[in-house]
């Protein structure tokens, strides 16, 4: 399994679950809420950190999984020649100052796809 697969499997349990906005309430004992009255989720004397975390991550999960949805198998590949290209664009080669922020782009997409293709335990 990938994390293009996990992205997959959370989009599919994101429009699933209870919708977005996830609400944090409390200052000791902490409750999330949403607009359905039958969902909520409590936390009896709780660090604020968890309650919070998912809170969060419930109510940015569909732009999450919007943007990492992007990745597709395949990528890193398309990627390298991407990159290949681009350093034999420009007479300077790979060490061109005037080319490094584009070089630099290319390199993090390059490894966030390969993170994405990768097989995960
Ligand atoms: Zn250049």
Redesign the pocket.
Known sequence: MTLIDVVARLKKLEAEATRAPWTLLGNIDFQIVSDNPEFYINFDDSDKADPELITELRNTAPALLEILGAFQEGDAATLAVIAERFAMS???GMG?P??AAERDVINRLTNAACEMEAKQE
């Open positions: 420009c007479p300077d061109c005037t080319c």
